[in-house]
């Protein structure tokens, strides 16, 4: 199992960066940059391609809507290009609030699109001339979808590195992780709670895998999740706190009501009295409420908190949920605990 942290610059960007090498020095093997309305990732990840030596390197997600699909895969090989080879591409639907609400773009059809964006993607790396109209993607653009009729196919100048760039997509509803698991070489799920997964993606996981093509790897999971290992009751109190407000944003205030696939999550996993609760009470304003609501074993669920002995046991079962790289952000209050306990990880995976 691989470990990657996402990477947090509230610090610095530059002080992180060079904290990056620590990392990197116990065994760290990915770092993944987030992208939603802040600064671009793609700019950040050539900086980190070239501070660094062997970690991966991951977008945390480029969303499909805001960038054209050839700009998505020339993005890709630009950077698969400065970092020797260590890019892998993370995709998203994102949602309406960023989409629409930040980039002024339709939020339609998500997954018709991101078939569309993988398959001309795959194009550019193969370094074919790029003829493509599907229903979203119309390349070249032709008269009758208000083109000139003038653009011609063309295919990407340069020589990939690789005519094959790893793709993940981040998805939580039943056809999205179908989906990635029928086209993409990863799956990217966030709050994965491993003894309840099966009940909640394993139908949708068969169907794709179902329609998987043998040219494809064996599908990678990446569980984005937290991680805090103490024996000290004190700091493990503030960590679950720090915890419990993060998962109610995300059940409670991810979305309006009925739209919210965070809190769709929940009830699938079974929690769904709870969920409803602790959304109730984010979305009239009593956050400290719906955090004190949320169940104690969702949380430590889908986040590695605890005794080392604990959070080793956490470690094992996501594995044999099938989970193949922990994407955990550290929360510990010190950068020295915070190395420490990615240095724990990296040994419990083995």
Request: hydrophobic share 40%; aromatic share 8%; proline share 5%.
């Amino acid at each position: 199992m691989k470990i990657g942290i996402p990477l947090n610059y509230a610090g610095g960007f530059d002080q992180t960066v060079e904290e990056l090498q620590e990392y990197e020095d116990v065994g760290l093997d990915i770092v993944m940059m987030p992208e939603a309305y802040s600064f671009d990732s793609v700019s950040q990840l050539g900086f980190l391609a070239a501070k660094t030596h062997s970690v991966l390197l991951s977008s945390n997600i480029l969303n499909i809507y805001s960038r054209t699909p050839t700009l998505l895969a020339m993005t890709a090989a630009g950077l698969d290009y400065v970092s020797g080879g260590r890019f892998v591409l993370g995709l998203g639907a994102s949602g309406p609030q960023v989409v629409e609400g930040f980039h002024g773009v339709a939020y339609d059809k998500p997954l018709a699109r991101t078939r569309e964006v993988l398959e001309v993607c795959r194009q550019v790396w193969r370094r074919e001339k790029v003829d493509f109209h599907g229903e979203h993607v119309d390349i070249p653009l032709t008269p009758e979808r208000g083109g000139t009729g003038l653009g011609k196919p063309l295919k990407l100048i340069n020589h990939p590195v690789r005519s094959s760039i790893p793709v993940f997509l981040a998805a939580l509803g039943p056809r999205n992780v179908s989906l990635a698991a029928e086209l993409f070489e990863g799956w990217q799920p966030v709050f994965f709670y491993p003894e309840l997964a099966r009940d909640a993606f394993g139908a949708s996981l068969d169907d794709g895998l179902a329609e998987r093509s043998n040219d494809l790897p064996e599908l990678e999971v990446t569980a984005d999740t937290r991680v805090l290992i103490t024996e000290d009751p004190d700091e493990l109190e503030r960590g679950m706190a720090e915890l419990r407000a993060h998962v109610a944003l995300y059940v409670g205030g991810m979305g309006a009501r009925g739209k919210n696939f965070y809190h769709q999550l929940a009830v699938r996993y079974g929690f769904g009295e709870a969920a409803d609760r602790v959304q109730d009470l984010y979305l009239s304003g009593r956050k400290d409420e719906a955090a004190a609501a949320l169940p104690e074993e969702l949380v430590k669920g889908v986040c590695l908190v605890g005794t080392p002995d604990e959070v080793a046991e956490r470690v094992v079962a996501f594995a044999a949920a099938g989970v193949t790289t922990l994407n955990a952000q550290p929360i510990a209050g010190t950068h020295e605990h915070r190395v420490k306990d990615v240095a724990a990880l990296k040994e419990f995976a083995g």
